[in-house]
């Protein structure tokens, strides 16, 4: 596979380029800047501080036709099976298709479905925004607990973050963690009264969302009495039977299909409770936003289109120069829970070691992704960016227009995003005092939204979730699986009985130890 013409004219032009700094590239590329720069859906996206000659982009190109990136792309947006391991399609994007789109996944129309779902939640949004549903007591609802985890609450919280007005009306909590302490933080200074409890999980087995949902039933119970907390009680699943069991009414369920992957699920239902707190016109905008993307990515060319050139850079970094690690840094607050965004969504998705074919894969996949907003990252990791022994590739984030706040931190946050970039590709020469010594020569790109908007944010996520797909296909591996979750699922089980004080199997003397020191 690795050994492919496609992938050893890509290795061996990474290869060649290793030996010319980026910043020559430029004298030598007079064009390079508005080559390698691709406007789309109101994101600007500067791929030339990457470490490609014009050459290198072309053998990146030419990977990218080699492996059928556009025939894989036909077919995702036809809803085939891609996702072989669990023989299902990845059909996120009809959840964000205008009305009157026809999705088929595996061959059966699925858009009325999405728009009915989509008419239920915009209807219970109202009923709740207005106060129209209200609690028990009748006292409308000022607060909503959104209960999940991973895909069923990474993309929520990222979103409600992002977005949130500073003194809203509905305030979102949120608990994932099976740590209590996250429990005990999400209702402090809550009314159960006055608070929606939204419980989120496509499957509806999983022991973190079921253990909060019941810590949050009892909550409601405790202040309204035994059985009197339906009216406060909502889910969200591909599932509904299992949520039905768990005690929420039927009209209460809002469902999604098994074609919808965890980490690509905010666009369903699993959205509700951000369209209850932001409103459902915003939640219309995110949806258009991310639709906007996937017309970008299905009609523009490969070496025009903004998640494939994205994927390449990534790809140009990991396989062709051997770089294990990706820094992301949204020089944007509202921005912070991308970084942990992304590590599920390209970790869980790319993660992965067989083929589509169930065979070893001969080369490195998914870069492990960390970050946090700039500047803080400034203050404590950059150190390493600019003169650790690693090269980390960065992905600069930052917005154009309406910065919050004093005015004049705008422009000191832009010059620090700006200058980074500058400064891990220049350096600066010191070899008097090597402790003072830039390298430089490390890589960035720079993705500018003009503003932060419902329909910015769309696109930005399903710029990523393309992005991902389309590494997926270069590394054929199936990018829709998480098969790497279950080992420690199933074992957690085990360890939980002992630590109860039951039976086990034997383990390693290190597991025994700890069981024997932890349980009671
Ligand atoms: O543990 C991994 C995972 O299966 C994720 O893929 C998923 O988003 C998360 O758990 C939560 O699953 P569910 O929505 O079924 O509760």
């Known amino acids: 596979m690795a050994d492919t013409p496609a992938w050893t004219a890509l290795k061996a032009a990474a290869r060649a380029d290793r030996q010319t700094p980026i910043r020559a590239l430029f004298e030598a590329e007079p064009d390079r800047l508005d080559g390698l720069t691709f406007e789309a859906c109101g994101l600007r996206l500067d791929l030339s501080k990457q470490p490609w000659s014009r050459e290198g982009v072309t053998a990146a190109v030419e990977l990218a036709q080699a492996c059928g990136v556009e025939a894989a792309r036909a077919r995702l947006f036809a809803g085939e099976i891609v996702n072989r391991t669990e023989g299902r399609p990845a059909l996120h994007m009809a959840l964000r298709a205008p009305a009157g789109a026809d999705f088929r996944a595996a061959g059966q129309p699925v858009s009325e479905e999405v728009e009915d779902v989509r008419d239920a939640m915009q209807d219970f949004v109202a009923a709740v925004r207005s106060g129209m549903a209200g609690g028990a007591t009748g006292k409308p609802f000022k607060a909503v607990l959104h209960i999940g985890i991973g895909g069923s609450d990474l993309g929520p919280r990222l979103v409600w973050e992002a977005l949130r007005p500073l003194n809203p009306d509905i305030q979102l909590r949120f608990a994932a963690n099976i740590d209590g302490a996250e429990f005990a933080a999400a209702v402090a200074g809550l009314d159960p009264e ?3 409890v939204v419980v989120v999980s496509k499957t509806f087995t999983t022991q973190e969302t079921l253990a ?4 949050a039933k009892a909550w409601l119970e405790a202040r309204l009495g035994k059985g009197k907390a339906d009216s406060h009680l909502a889910a969200v699943s591909a599932n509904p039977a299992e949520a039905g069991r768990f005690g929420i009414a039927e009209d209460r369920v809002f469902t999604f299909r098994d074609w919808v992957g965890g980490r690509y699920s905010v666009w369903s239902a699993v959205g509700l409770s951000c369209a209850i707190g ?10 258009a936003g991310a639709g906007a993307m996937d017309e970008h990515f299905q009609t523009a060319p490969l070496d025009a289109s903004m998640p494939v050139m994205l994927a390449l850079a990534h790809v140009f970094n990991r396989n062709g120069l051997d770089r294990p690690l990706r820094a992301v840094v ?3 607050r509202r921005l912070a829970l991308f970084p942990s965004y992304l590590q599920q969504l390209e970790m869980e998705s790319n993660g992965k070691r067989v083929t589509q074919a169930g065979q070893p894969v001969d080369q490195a996949t998914a870069a492990a992704v960390f970050g946090d907003a700039g500047t803080n990252g400034q203050h404590a990791f950059f150190q390493l960016l600019h003169q650790g022994a690693d090269i980390i590739p960065v992905d600069f984030i930052a917005l154009a227009q309406d910065h919050e706040g004093p005015a004049e931190h705008r422009n000191i ?11 891990l590709m220049i350096g600066q020469e010191n070899l008097a005092e090597p402790h003072r010594h830039f390298p430089g020569n490390r890589p960035s790109s720079f993705l500018l939204l003009e503003r932060l908007t419902p329909e910015t944010l769309g696109a930005l996520i399903a710029l990523h979730e393309h992005k991902t797909f389309v590494e997926g296909v270069l590394w054929d591996i199936d990018s829709f699986d998480q098969w790497g979750v279950e080992l420690g699922k199933v074992l957690a089980k085990t360890v939980l009985r002992e630590l109860d004080g039951g039976d086990g199997p034997g383990h390693d003397p290190s597991t025994t130890a700890l069981i024997a020191r932890l349980a009671r």
């Open 413 to 423: 946050l832009l010059a620090n995003a700006i200058a980074q970039a500058e400064a």
């Open 212 to 215: 909060n949902a019941r810590a």
């Open 278 to 287: 932001l409103g459902w016109p915003a939640f219309e905008g995110l949806l």
């Open 194 to 196: 006055q608070t929606l």
């Open 330 to 332: 949204p020089y944007a």
